[in-house]
């Protein structure tokens, strides 16, 4: 297995020569979204939930549409309150000690 580390090590050292790392690295993460499309989906979700954009850059990073984006988000955050059913309920509980 060092071998192969060995080998790949290599390989990024000859690029390194050609490429910046911060351009190495984006071609890689293009290449990744090609492979596997589904990763652009939770990254734009995730910047999205954290605020960090909106929710027409979240579509256009995910290649939906901002109501076909909506209406996964919609679907995406339904399961994830329901799976934490507890943290909910003291949410409610706060809210009403409030009023």
Known sequence: MSLKVSAFQKEINVLLKKYSE???LKEAIRALFVVNPQLKIEVALELYKEGEI????????????VVEFREFVSKKIKREVGSNEAELKKRIEKLKSMI
Do not use: P
């Not at 979240?58 to 939906?64: D, L, N, W």
């Open 54 to 65: 909106s929710l027409e850059k979240a579509a256009e990073i995910a290649g939906m549409g």
């Open 22 to 24: 911060e351009d190495l």
